[in-house]
């Protein structure tokens, strides 16, 4: 018998720790990285909680020693997809009318897990298989993915305290269940915690998923999952299926029984499931919710006004942190030109002190990019600009794969606002910047709203507070998160709720009640008492 209401689960972010030397967390955290390089892994694709190899490889390698393997991943199959269809399937009754609290006590539990004794793991991992430094690590796979998991178990106490009024005789009261059938969770390589929030989500407001990590991150990915079973999680409640797109992707948007979709990643990929979905309407018992946060092509306005130290600071770690691969990362900048001389000096007496090389050396602030196709995409744009007479490199252009997937923080300066760099998303560490005439502020903007089909994050640096609130007005679709006199990322949970609209997905705000509404489905309840 259950004959209790909760009180309102606090939420307090999880505080980030520094890794001084000699630290207790930094000689955990250098211990694990030794202790993972030594070691092979052998992942298997989890189904109802019972383990299966399939023969069908892939290898977890290290980005910047492309010839290190340290784990290998077996991938699922159509025979696995519906064996893990039929898993979710079957678990969702008893998931689903289990007591929310106990659900939430399972998340909970694994916050507290991660906070403590598996949190070096979980960093240890992200660094060496994603290419974080131990910051963007500790950042990533410790404090958000502990946030998420708190703040999601806060926010569901608030949903489902949220009740409508009643009249004279009436009692009305509404019920938040969760979808029908199975959600699909696709998660990306950049984030740790953004793919134990893509299942983790639906999962603790009673629905059960499969979970699809990108090919690079399913190292972490499996760290992740034997977290949420650690912490108790049902077999069943989770499936966890690393695999190719093609071999898996058809098999589930055509199921009648798919009930959502939780994506991360690219936003062609979107757009192809999303076709899919639509193309498969009529198959499904209900329509499937798709929730999405796809591509940036980030900005950062520096007004005639602006700090110098600020904006140079704001542009250094907003363009080159985790070798900008963050869908939030800064990659086109509009300066105006009474300020351009010295934001220049200052940036590039920034670039030139950034370390580069192996992230198990604390003392680096860029790592490798992931892999060798994103290595080639993003050279490709270096190389074009190289070869335009509309840009100039004015730091950076060099790289190296010969040991890992190394390349330097390149800044392009380009007299052409719709110059490819300025408009095309190239996830890497490649800033390009357009000088304008400070009259032409108002212009200025309005290129900078219409130049890019993305709508994600946006920041401006202006001390002129009528400069700031123009910018405010006329960028309103421009970024679904717009700073102030801030790089243009770092969203924290609980704190700036996180997504973009445009072409850079649906908005749906991961980290919030917004995203958690959108796996309920919710039922009405009008008692008439006289």
């Known amino acids: 018998m259950r004959n209790s209401i909760s009180k309102e689960l606090k939420f307090k972010n999880e505080k980030v720790l520094k890794y001084l030397p000699e630290s207790p967390e930094r000689k955990e955290l250098e211990a694990e990285l030794i202790n993972l390089k030594n070691s092979l892994v052998d992942i298997p694709v989890i189904i109802n909680g019972k383990e299966i190899r399939t023969g069908n490889k892939g290898q977890c390698i290290l ?3 492309k010839n290190k393997v340290i784990g290998e991943y077996h991938k699922a199959g159509k025979k696995e997809v519906e064996m893990a269809i039929e898993a979710a399937l079957k678990a969702k009754a008893n998931w689903e009318s289990l007591h929310w609290e106990s659900r939430v006590a399972i998340f909970m539990k694994a916050a507290e897990l991660a906070s403590g004794k598996w949190r070096a793991k979980l960093n240890a991992a992200t660094m060496l298989c994603q290419g974080k430094t131990y910051k963007q690590a500790e950042i990533d796979s410790a404090c958000e993915l502990i946030d998420f998991m708190r703040y999601n178990a806060s926010c569901l106490h608030q949903i489902y305290s949220e009740q409508p009024i009643s009249s004279d005789g009436i009692w009305n009261r509404t019920e938040y269940r969760p979808l029908e059938g199975f959600i699909f969770a696709v998660s990306p390589f950049n984030f740790t ?6 299942v983790g989500a639906p999962v603790i407001a009673g629905n059960t998923a499969l979970w699809k990590p990108a090919a690079v991150a399913v190292y972490s990915a499996y760290l992740v999952f034997k977290l949420f079973q650690e912490a108790g999680i049902p077999d069943g409640v989770i499936n966890f299926i690393p695999g190719n797109s093609q071999d898996i992707g058809d098999l589930i948007l055509t199921n009648e029984n798919l009930s959502g979709i939780h994506f991360t990643g690219s936003t062609k990929v ?6 899919s979905v639509g193309t498969n309407i009529d198959k499904y018992k209900t329509f499937p919710r798709l929730v999405g946060e796809t591509g940036g092509k980030n900005f950062v306005i520096g007004h005639a006004s602006a700090n110098i130290e600020a904006l140079s600071r704001g542009l250094l770690e907003g363009a080159f942190e985790y070798q900008g691969q963050k869908c939030s990362a800064a990659s086109r900048a509009y300066i105006a030109s009474s300020i351009w001389t010295e934001v220049k000096e200052n940036l590039l007496e920034k670039v030139r002190n950034v370390k580069i090389g192996d992230v198990e050396d604390f003392n680096n602030f860029m790592g490798a990019v992931i ?7 993003i050279t490709s744009y270096i190389e074009f600009v190289k070869n335009s007479d509309e840009a100039e490199i004015i730091i950076g252009g060099k790289y190296d794969d010969s040991i890992g997937y190394f390349i330097e923080p390149t800044i ?5 606002p719709h110059l490819r760099t300025m408009e095309e998303e190239i996830f890497g560490p490649v800033l390009t910047i357009y000088v304008y005439k400070d009259e032409d502020f108002a212009d200025t903007l309005r290129l900078c709203d219409s130049t890019s089909k993305y709508g994600l994050t946006g920041s401006i640096f202006a001390v002129d507070r009528y400069a700031i609130a123009q910018a405010e007005n006329e960028l309103v679709n421009a970024a679904g998160n717009f700073y102030i006199n801030d790089r243009p990322t770092g969203a924290v949970v609980g704190q700036q709720p996180f997504g973009g609209a445009r072409l850079s997905g649906t908005n749906d705000k991961a980290g919030s009640k917004i995203n958690l509404m959108r796996w309920m489905s919710i039922r009405a309840i009008k008692e008439k008492l006289n």
């Open 63 to 65: 980005p910047h020693n």
């Open 193 to 198: 915690a953004i793919g134990s929030n893509l």
């Open 270 to 275: 979107f757009q192809d499931m999303w076709r």
């Open 371 to 377: 892999d060798k196709k994103a290595f080639e995409s």
């Open 412 to 416: 392009v300066v380009t007299n052409n």
